[in-house]
């Protein structure tokens, strides 16, 4: 079985940064696309970054010039580098990654999410 887990959310102010990481672990072939996505009180669920085996990224345009997807295929890791944070960033913060278990078999995993408070 194929988990994520994420790591580094926290309570920041408003202009400070964090760093959030996510690692894969289980029987993994290999990890095609993985990203970040988040959900705020009362809101859907929504994208925040991607970032393709290859190094192809998008981001929601809330977030770019911000924020930075980047990930370790070697290590199965992804991570999102948060600068100049304000409150409407304030969210649970979850990692998303599609990952085959085979040359066939995949599926979309998701992490348990991790709270990012961005607050003075």
């Known amino acids: 079985q194929v988990q994520l887990l994420e790591s580094g959310g926290g309570l920041v102010q408003p202009g400070g940064s964090l760093r959030l990481s996510c690692v894969a672990s289980?029987?993994?072939?290999?990890?095609?696309?993985m990203g970040w996505y988040r959900q705020a009180p009362g809101k859907q669920r929504e994208l925040v970054a991607t970032?393709?085996?290859?190094?192809?990224?998008n981001y929601a345009d809330s977030v770019k010039g911000r924020f930075t997807i980047s990930r370790d295929n070697a290590k199965n890791t992804v991570a999102l580098q948060m600068n100049s944070l304000n409150p409407e960033d304030t969210a649970v913060y979850y990692c998303?990654?599609?990952?085959?278990?085979?040359?066939?078999?995949?599926?979309?995993?998701w992490g348990q999410g991790t709270q990012v408070t961005v607050s003075s």
């Open positions: 998303n990654g599609v990952v085959y278990r085979s040359a066939r078999e995949f599926y979309t995993i």
């Open positions: 289980g029987r993994i072939f290999r990890i095609a696309a």
């Open positions: 970032i393709t085996s290859g190094g192809s990224t």
